[in-house]
């Protein structure tokens, strides 16, 4: 499954869980900034550095998206299996 569909999957995984993502340019902040998830006023998000690589932007997604309760949504076996790995580090 080519990378920007995986991402694409993710992203939908995240809306069906009620999580919201946003990709922001934090270069003209002057402050060191993280990709991650967060909690801002009371909903979860994951903030993404826009200018991240595709692969780190799965990785921050994925890795927040393991530690959420999923079962009951259906996901690709690509998608499924990436999520489990991140669910195990």
């Given at each position: 499954m080519k990378p920007e569909k995986i991402y694409?999957?993710?992203k939908e995984l995240a809306?069906?869980?009620?999580?919201?993502?946003?990709?922001h340019?934090?270069?003209n902040?002057?402050?060191r900034v993280k990709s991650g998830s967060c909690i801002v006023h009371g909903k979860h998000l994951i903030i993404i550095d826009k200018h991240r690589p595709l692969a780190?932007?799965?990785?921050?997604?994925?890795s927040a998206l393991?530690?959420?309760?999923?079962?009951?949504?259906?996901?690709v076996p690509a998608?499924?299996?990436l999520i489990?790995?991140?669910?195990e580090e």
């Open positions: 694409q999957e993710l809306e069906k869980l009620g999580v919201g993502v946003e990709e340019n934090f270069r902040t002057g402050v780190k932007k799965i990785s921050v997604l994925a393991a530690k959420l309760p999923h079962d009951t949504v259906y996901l998608v499924r299996d489990a790995k991140y669910a």
